[in-house]
């Protein structure tokens, strides 16, 4: 009976970098699926992505490796964090910013149109 | 540095893509002439493409010379080559179009160029986190394309996809860190080595992993439950930007799919886990039902054919879940015969919309005798999607029939029957409308027609004064009936597809 708990704690407490991506991403989905105001929801799909980018960097981390810059004198020795996420990660930023910014182009003429970021009243006032 | 059109391919859009903005500095309207250009060579280096693969070669390119386990590859199969012909070519009848209805600022056609190069960079990588970069970069231009008229409801309608599609594309990027974390390895060809061998198809990471990409990549291709941004995206945007991500943006998410489903997770995934393969036809099934059902449903023409765009993607996907040589085949001819026929649908409702100022059925009353060439190749058209033979929507359609029977799936035959029925049912109503219904009958359109616009002919009409009709050129009527022709041509294209993809169902089945 007393060893069950105890196990989960053990687990979680190995494996924080991953309950934390889970946490974020749950979060921002629920964001962009619950709040009726664009922006938010773009922040939420920020939320979403960056808990993505953790996931990433998490599977790469290696405890007391090395960054993945092998000095040019002396040459590789020991351990190194896999470079590969890193990159991934560079690029899905790159793609991630163009993204917010197309978005917010987008509001900003939303708003121009209806005078309102709220979702509802936006439906409202496109169907009449 | 052989196989050099494969980069190319990607690299020259987005080369071209800059070129509007730079010549926009000095001239106006430069940007048609070079999409024309970057289009035209892209046609030519996908006729390239899809002769040595038609010859039964299957082949690669690694970029900047890297081995593929380090760095990036593109490669060519039977399945490729025919997404990026169809790529070429409706990029290049649209453009044809877009000369006389589509905006014209330089921007739109960097936009343009930039949404070809995504779509060449799916067709044709042959690494899983590249293909996310040129969903993205796909995802992007799409965005912007469909808010291009500038108007608040296209800008919502937007901004709508964007966060449905970006959430599909993450969902991806989930599934790819899952897949990266079993195996180590990004290149589609060393995953399929991989998997199945060092690390089980049964592993819960591997199974997640499918799971996120399915789910993520079946956003991208609109089936069913995620369908919900389809309908206003298409609706809302300008014709040319419905007639151009109407026949591609959705179909390389589906190609997507059936890349990952045979490249990395093989057959033999499906065999290790049933439950995956069903789940997955089930989904694609309902989608077929539900997207048909909506169809019927609708008024507004734009709509009505998103709808049927949402059960003919719920076919190709079904079909590709099958995984039996007929149903992949039919998966494939249908992937590329609906692309061609929904763009030419939308170019056909942009020149009516554009000639009588209406994009209602009830506005489409009589109008056969008004527009004869334009209607006539909406009606093949509507006839090639209901899958009336000789059409390549029947040669689609009927590959996928035998193959769900030779799959022992009769739910799924049963159900292609059954959407060609209700396919058959909005159709038939169009055609009705358009051909035998007097105009006086008509429910009254939404937007009043101009004073002039109901009159005037669609330039079928050889003694109309093409100045005197600034809206409707002999072109787009040309590129509308051309691609009809196309469609019913490519009817009796079945063995030329069977041979491009016998390699293909080699290798993979």
């Known amino acids: 009976m007393m060893e069950v708990p105890v196990l989960q704690v053990d687990f979680l407490a190995t494996r924080y970098a991953y309950a934390t991506f889970a946490v974020l991403f749950a979060t921002g989905l629920y964001m962009m699926v619950a709040s009726p105001n664009l922006v938010k929801k773009v922040i939420g799909l920020n939320l979403f992505q960056s808990a993505i980018f953790l996931f990433f960097i998490s599977m790469a981390y290696v405890a007391g490796a090395e960054v993945p810059v092998v000095p040019s004198a002396g040459g590789a020795v020991g351990e190194y964090v896999s470079p590969l996420p890193h990159v991934i990660v560079l690029t899905a930023i790159v793609v991630g910013v163009s993204l917010t910014a197309v978005a917010l182009a987008l509001i900003v003429r939303i708003y121009s149109e209806y005078g309102t970021l709220d979702e509802h009243t936006i439906r409202e006032v496109a169907d009449e | 540095m052989s196989n050099l059109e494969l980069p190319l391919l990607v690299a020259v859009p987005i080369v071209a893509a800059t070129l509007p903005l730079l010549f926009g500095l000095k001239f106006d309207e430069v940007g048609w002439p070079v999409a024309l250009l970057a289009t035209l060579v892209e046609t030519g280096l996908a006729a390239r493409v899809v002769g040595r693969v038609y010859a039964g070669e299957r082949y690669f390119h690694q970029l900047g010379g890297y081995d593929r386990q ?303 060439v334009t209607v006539a190749a909406l009606g093949v058209l509507l006839l090639g999607l209901v899958g009336v033979p000789p059409s390549i929507g029947f040669l689609g359609k009927w590959y996928i029939a035998w193959g769900a029977v030779e799959a022992g799936a009769p739910v799924v035959a049963g159900v292609v029957l059954f959407s060609t029925l209700l396919t058959l049912l909005y159709a038939a109503r169009l055609l009705e409308t358009l051909y035998f219904r007097p105009a006086d009958d008509a429910e009254p359109a939404g937007p009043s027609p101009t004073a002039d616009g109901a009159v005037r002919s669609d330039g079928g009409d050889a003694s109309a004064d093409p100045d005197a009709d600034p809206s409707v050129s002999v072109g787009m009527v040309a590129v509308t009936a051309l691609v009809a022709a196309l469609t019913v041509a490519l009817g009796f294209a079945g063995p030329a597809f069977e041979t491009l993809l016998a390699p293909f169902m080699e290798v993979f089945l």
Not at chain 2, 158 to 173: E, F, Q, R, V
């Open chain 2, 70 to 372: 380090y760095g990036i590859e593109l490669a060519a199969d039977g399945l490729s080559a025919g997404v990026v012909a169809l790529i070429a070519v409706v990029a290049l009848l649209v453009l044809g179009f877009a000369r006389r209805a589509g905006p014209r600022r330089n921007s739109f056609y960097s936009a343009y160029l930039l949404l070809l190069a995504g779509l060449m960079g799916v067709s044709l990588t042959g690494d899983v986190f590249n293909l996310f970069v040129f969903l993205e970069i796909t995802g992007l231009a799409t965005y912007a394309l469909v808010a291009a008229d500038r108007s608040g409801r296209a800008a919502l309608a937007a901004l709508k996809y964007l966060i449905l599609g970006t959430a599909g594309a993450s969902l991806y990027l989930v599934g790819v860190g899952y897949l990266l974390l079993a195996t180590g390895t990004l290149n589609m060809a060393e995953l399929a080595g991989t998997l199945g061998s060092e690390v089980a198809y049964t592993d819960p990471m591997v199974v997640a992993s499918f799971g996120f990409v399915a789910v993520g990549l079946s956003v991208k291709a609109a089936v069913f439950p995620l369908h919900t941004w389809m309908p206003d995206a298409y609706a809302e945007s300008p014709d040319t930007v419905t007639a151009y991500i109407s026949g591609l943006a959705s179909t390389v998410g589906a190609y997507a799919l059936a890349r990952l489903i045979y490249s990395v997770y093989t057959v033999e995934f499906f065999a290790a886990v049933p439950l995956a393969q069903r789940a997955f036809v089930a989904a694609a099934t309902l989608s077929v039902v539900a997207g048909s059902v909506l169809a019927v449903t609708q008024s507004e023409v734009k709509r009505m054919l998103a709808y049927s765009s949402v059960a003919q993607f719920g076919l190709v996907v079904a079909a590709f879940g099958l995984a039996t040589e007929q149903a992949v085949l039919g998966g494939a001819i249908h992937l590329v015969g609906h692309g061609l026929m929904k763009s030419g649908l939308f170019l056909a409702v942009g020149v009516l919309g554009l000639a009588h100022g209406t994009r209602d059925v009830g506005g489409y009353a009589n109008l056969g005798y008004r527009s004869p």
